[in-house]
């Protein structure tokens, strides 16, 4: 029986060393756990939203902390849902081009808040 942890795609690489296979079975445990973290983030309870996208979990964790905290800024949302203040940015642009909420401010004192429809 072959070892499970044996990489056996490309023929040339079965005849890798074996520190080559634990490298290359490391490396797949990695994506795999890549993306799994991905369809975790992916959707909340199937929920959409109006435009008919489908937000992932910190998308609504951002959403439900704007409603709370009308005209937060990225940092204040970055700590409360316990990212680092570029990925909150990023989730913010997303949230922005879906049409569920709008910026104010310049640059440096930016405030978020929900769009009114």
Known sequence: MPNPHTFT???ELSMASPEDNIAYTEIHKVFELLQSIEEENNIIDG?????KKQISVKHQ???????SNDDS????????IGLRVPRT???LKELI???EI????GD???TYHIKKK
């Not at 709008?102 to 401010?105: A, I, K, L, N, R």
């Open 102 to 105: 709008e910026d104010s401010g």
């Open 9 to 11: 795609g490309d023929p």
């Open 73 to 80: 800024d990225s940092k204040s949302i970055a700590k409360a």
């Open 61 to 67: 964790e951002i959403l439900d902390f704007i409603i």
């Open 97 to 99: 081009k879906m049409g």
């Open 108 to 110: 440096r004192y930016k």
């Open 47 to 51: 929920s959409k939203i109006e435009n």
């Open 89 to 91: 940015r990023d989730y």
